[in-house]
């Protein structure tokens, strides 16, 4: 077919949370989308609302062949990708020293390497148009990561390589954006908790009613959040964080004042390792062999 005039986005993990309601507002708006999911059948009834804009695809992000077949048919399909939002939702809640290897690797393959390769793999016909956006759904934010250690973790190492790509990709016309989905709103996918030991379970349960309860106080709006994505976008490179809702809001600002706090309490210490700063002498130092000579004097 022609390329469209529209954008064309290309929508990972489209049938659930965020990821869904942003495939809905695309397509609603009159842009074209490739959705695209591990069961490609649980989008067709959205795909068959818009035949002309949308086209459905099988999706698994840890597998790189799977990722190379979406793109690239994605990209015979529309002729191109000027949208790629990536979605990183599962979870693996327990203490650190109660994880298992295997499931650990598997959370860090579906919420990092997963959307760090779809990237890669979309970049190069961004950077041959020099135009495009890498919109990332990070797991939302938590009030304090004890017992999320590993999915803060995920969020972090992602959060990082968001930052570096913005920096590499920006000179080029291609924008990055991640996304704090802000309630926790895209968390179907949770990998269930590893064998757990006693002498945590008291504190881990105290902990996970506190944040049930703070997550049930702050819902994100769905629809909502994906108008703002799509703005953010449509605004141009937009910005490389994008915290959706007040409550994820309060708790980036609150982020960043726990830090502020703990580097004023130990900037002198932090100051101390400095490299000593040479002592310069107060008075010259005489040449050897002798005393400073006298400046000659001229005479009229």
């Known amino acids: 077919m022609s390329q469209p005039t529209q954008p064309v986005w290309f929508i990972a993990d489209a049938t659930t949370g965020l990821a869904a309601a942003l495939a809905e507002a695309v397509l609603a708006s009159g842009q074209h989308a490739v959705l695209a999911a591990r069961v490609p059948a649980q989008l067709q009834a959205l795909v ?26 994605a990209e015979r399909h529309f002729g191109r990708i000027d949208v790629l939002a990536t979605s990183a939702a599962q979870r693996y809640p327990g203490a650190i020293e109660e994880g298992e290897e295997g499931a650990m690797r598997a959370l ?80 179907d996918g949770s990998v269930p908790r590893a064998a757990g030991i006693a002498d945590y379970d008291g504190m881990m349960s105290g902990l996970a009613s506190r944040a049930a309860r703070a997550a049930s106080a702050a819902q994100v709006d769905a629809a909502r959040g994906a108008q703002a994505i799509m703005q953010a976008v449509a605004a141009g490179r937009g910005p490389l964080r994008l915290v959706l809702g007040r409550a ?13 706090v703990g580097f004023d309490a130990w900037a002198d210490l932090a100051a101390s390792a400095d490299v000593p700063a040479p002592v310069r002498p107060a008075h010259p130092v ?11 004097r001229s005479r009229a």
């Not at 609302?49 to 690239?72: G, I, K, Q």
């Not at 760090?116 to 009030?143: D, E, F, W, Y």
């Not at 005489?286 to 000659?296: D, I, M, N, Q």
Request: proline residues 7%; aromatic residues 6%; charged residues 25%.
């Open 48 to 73: 068959d609302r818009h035949p002309d804009r949308a086209l459905a695809l099988a999706l698994d992000v840890t597998d790189a062949a799977s990722v190379d077949m979406a793109v690239l048919a």
């Open 248 to 260: 994820a809001l309060q708790r980036a600002y609150d982020r960043l004042r726990v830090l502020k």
């Open 108 to 187: 860090f393959e579906e919420n990092v390497f997963g959307p760090i390769n779809l990237a890669r793999r979309v970049l190069p016909g961004m950077r041959a148009r020099r135009t495009g956006h890498i919109v990332m759904l990070a797991r939302a934010s938590v009030q304090a990561p004890a017992f999320e250690g590993f999915s803060h973790a995920a969020r972090s190492a992602l959060e990082a390589l968001a930052e570096a790509l913005f920096y590499e990709v920006e000179p080029l016309g291609i924008g990055v954006t991640l996304v704090d989905p802000g309630s926790g709103d895209d968390t």
């Open 286 to 296: 005489p040449p050897a062999g002798g005393r400073p000579r006298r400046a000659v």
